[in-house]
C-alpha cells in the first residue's frame, strides 16, 4: 500500500476526501479483524492507513480554517 501525500491532497475537493476517509476506516477495520484473527500478512498497512487519515483530516482542518478566517 503506498502513502498518499497532502500536496496531493489539497488539489482533491472535500467530498472527495471525505469519501477517501469512509473508505480508509472501513478498511482499517477489515485490516484489524485480519490481525486478531492471525490472517494480516503485513502489519504495517495499519499504520500507513492511520496515518492517511489523518494527512487527509489535517487538509480538511486547514481548509476549515482558512474559510474561517
Same mark, same amino acid.
Given at each position: 500500500?503506498? &502513502? $498518499? @501525500? !497532502?500536496s496531493d491532497l489539497r488539489g482533491r475537493e472535500d467530498g472527495e476526501l471525505k469519501r477517501q476517509i469512509a473508505e480508509n476506516i472501513s478498511r482499517l $477495520? !477489515? %485490516?484489524s479483524f485480519q490481525k486478531v484473527t492471525g490472517h %494480516? *500478512?503485513? &502489519? !504495517?498497512?495499519?499504520?500507513t492507513l492511520k496515518r492517511d487519515i489523518a494527512r487527509i483530516k489535517t487538509v %480538511? @482542518? *486547514?481548509r476549515e480554517i482558512a474559510t474561517t478566517k
Open positions: 500500500m503506498k &502513502s $498518499t @501525500h !497532502a $477495520t !477489515a %485490516l %494480516l *500478512e503485513n &502489519s !504495517a498497512q495499519i499504520r %480538511l @482542518h *486547514e
